[in-house]
């Protein structure tokens, strides 16, 4: 009785605490939680990084340049009505997802001039499923109506993921992934925990890092599916269901997608969980002695570090923070880099080997010339490109204009030589990319 009393206690004491009450990402718990199960997966997944991290010198500059593609395909799974998101809202995420990646966000002008040495673009594109895993026709967004109300528990909060990973079971209420290595699966549901009658947002989403075991025996990972899952009210910029963050309502703008897809593609939080002897092992982060508490205070350098000679302060304007939505804005180009190297290997087939689940999904055609350039450059293409950006070498827009009438012109002439990149949007959101050299 005595123990029940105190475990009553000490949750109560926990959710009456506002900073306590929402865990942004559980990623960190997930690889503990899986180190659990089975021992030895915490080095597979620091062997990865570090297999990543080590693959970033050998890529030529055109493979660094290349746009990579991954197939996405969106589980909502629903209880009521409200959880059944409108298909538009997951295609306003994807949009958020490729501004992000590819540094076309218009927040990153609020990026404070410290960090305009280390900003990168990942170069990233996410495109939602054409063809499906038996090579029928899809829009890549599934939906699953479900008896279960909640997939969170007081376990979750805690550090046990057994209740969460039903999401992505078809036999426990959810639904089944599709093929992990050839789709980025993101579950859609409700995890919010039913406290004593009151329903609390406990968590807005977690994600699998590339764990790297295909010599393992099948089932020697048993626990954690790969993929994402999102709190779906944390879904898109035009999401009409709204969060209470212990607050008040939070402005959200997609950005919960985009820190767990980052832990998907191999990267850590910025602060490397720790205080200011822990490092995310990206060289161009600066340390922090702990995260952000879901705000934008810009006057905080909690840890020293060295970074192109100079102590940076607390980078709030990264994804891999736990600041405000509406205070991030940028990836640096370490993590970037991170990424591809990922892609190169432990997800390989994501982007190399997937050409069926994204053909043929967009019409656009663009045409670039004279390439290579000295001056200007015509472009030539359909009626369906709703903007086209001029992006320089590090990820900067250059200028922009929607849209512009085939055959029009586009100088260079004030532009260094090297390389750029004309970033075009189609109608449907994607975003598609061209690389142009100035002589």
Known sequence: MKTTLLLAFGLMSFFSNSQQIIDKCLSHKAIQYQESLTPGYIDQVNSVFARAKAHQSNY?????????????????????????????????????????????????????????????????????????EFGAPTTGITRTNTSTTSFGSIAAVTGSFADLEKVKSTADGGIDPWDQSRYLNIWVCNMSINFFGQEITALLGYATPPDGLPHWPAGATSGMSDGVVLQFQTVGTNNPNQIDMGNGLQNTLGRTATHEVGHYLGLRHIWGDGDCTAEDGIDDTPNADAESNFDCDDTKNTCVDNILGVDLPDMIENFMDYSADDCQNSFTQGQGDLMIGVLENERYDLVHNNPASIQNLDATDLSVFPNPTSNSITLTHKNNITEIRLIGMYGTTLSSTIPLQSGSTISLENYPAGVYFINYTSESGMVFSKRVVKQ
């Open 60 to 132: 030529s500059q055109e493979k660094m340049n290349s746009l990579y593609t991954i197939p996405v395909v969106f589980h909502v799974v629903y209880n009521t009505a409200a959880q059944n998101i409108h298909d538009s809202v997951l295609i306003n995420q994807i949009k958020v997802l490729n501004d992000d990646y590819n540094r076309l966000n218009a927040d990153t002008v609020n990026m404070r001039s410290d960090f305009d040495g280390v900003a990168g673009s990942p170069r990233i594109e996410f495109r939602l499923a054409q063809i499906d």
